[in-house]
């Protein structure tokens, strides 16, 4: 039994995984391929590397605000592999492992991969949307949530996505180059034989 991503969006990722427990055979394998999307906020590109500390800082705390606040509203945790482990171990499940994904997104000039190009097909699309992670409204719902301020959600917003205008200009000219990076895991447990103890 497995799932990629899903449990990031379940207000109860234990229940979900107490499923996949519940179909799988015994002595059967469960998978999950969860992120922490929060280590997003310090890999850095060929631009934002020199940002000023208090900028990096302010979008940091932007994106771990609203994940807190996103989890609090029950509407998922989009760093839960870190957790699910624990979760594995907590339900049961035996040889718990761990594997960092090495998958990456990199867009390196000349851009011209079919992935590469939808990439920036997307990103164009987020920037006509008004989007960063989430919407502005769902960024600011979840930062409140999150124990933020309403007084300071403009100028947070802003620093997270006022170096759109940077990176569309390093790319116009083929200078911009991302790794495309973030941390993510496998954790695979084995369910027990029927009758183990």
Known sequence: ???????????????????????????????????????????????????????VIARVRLQLTCERGKAALREGNNSIGDLVPGLFVARGLRDVAVYLNDKTNPLLPPYETPEQRAMLEERTDLNDRDFWIWSRADTRRYFLAGGGRDTEFDALWSIAVGGSEKVDKAIAARTYAGVGAGIGYLIAGRKPEAGAA
């Open 1 to 55: 039994m497995t799932c990629q991503t899903v449990l990031i969006h379940t207000p109860d990722p234990g229940v979900a995984i107490d499923e996949m427990i519940r179909v799988a055979r015994p002595g059967g394998l469960v998978l999950a391929a969860e992120p922490n999307n929060v280590a997003s906020a310090l890999i850095f590109d060929s631009l934002n590397f020199h940002d000023a500390v208090d900028e």
